[in-house]
T-cell receptor, first 110, second 114 residues
């Protein structure tokens, strides 16, 4: 499984875009990039995933570099409720494990 | 509503007293798993199940048992709990066995062993 590097914490002003980077330079060809978030001590929540194309859904956008060694999760208009720990997780289609790293603690401030 | 339900949400017990944390999902998912979360150590996988009667160890299986007799249920059993099993536990399920599918998590069970 690929290892990931994410900033420990980030701040974002309410209403502004939050851009959360993730480095996954050892990602293999069959590994998708998943993003989850965990608000306080609730169960993690799925946000988005992608393989090599950029993806967008109602929650966020995912930008994956052409070499697939890094990605950025974009919350277009962050709100106070987006304050959470965000996890970037490479996961292969044949793997049974979802390995959570330390993630990025995002603070959205009024 | 699609959901993963864990019970109980909070439990305080004494060392050595067997306990079971239940997990049930209503999405007909094949894949289910258990995690524990501890400060500074993040989420670690305890056991997972690819389908009924098929289970395997995760990264921290010692002191835990699981069973998967029905597709919807995946209980976590602590035969003889110890204080180092005090933790926040999460159950998760997904539709594809290791495939491209999002995982749904329960709301967690906070266990304290004294």
């Amino acid at each position: 499984d690929a290892k990931t590097t994410q900033p420990t914490s980030m701040d974002c002003a309410e209403g502004r875009a939050a851009n959360l980077p993730c480095n996954h330079s050892t990602i293999s060809g069959n590994e998708y990039v998943y993003w989850y978030r965990q608000i306080h001590s609730q169960g993690p929540q799925y946000i988005i995933h992608g393989l090599k194309n950029n993806e967008t859904n109602e929650m966020a956008s995912l930008i994956i570099t052409e070499d697939r060694k890094s990605s950025t999760l974009i919350l277009p208009h962050a709100t106070l409720r987006d304050t959470a720990v965000y996890y970037c997780i490479p996961r292969s289609t044949g793997g049974f494990k979802t390995i959570f790293g330390a993630g990025t603690r995002l603070f959205v401030k009024a | 509503e699609a959901q993963v339900t864990q019970n109980p949400r909070y439990l305080i017990t004494v060392t050595g007293k067997k306990l079971t944390v239940t997990c049930s999902q209503n999405m007909n998912h094949e894949y289910m798993s258990w995690y524990r979360q501890d400060p500074g150590l993040g989420l670690r996988q305890i056991y997972y199940s690819m389908n009924v009667e098929v289970t395997d160890k995760g990264d921290v299986p010692e002191g835990y048992k699981v069973s998967r007799k029905e597709k919807r249920n995946f209980p976590l059993i602590l035969e003889s709990p110890s204080p180092n099993q005090t933790s926040l536990y999460f159950c998760a399920s997904s539709s594809a066995t290791g495939g491209v599918a999002e995982a749904f998590f329960g709301q967690g069970t906070r266990l304290t062993v004294v």
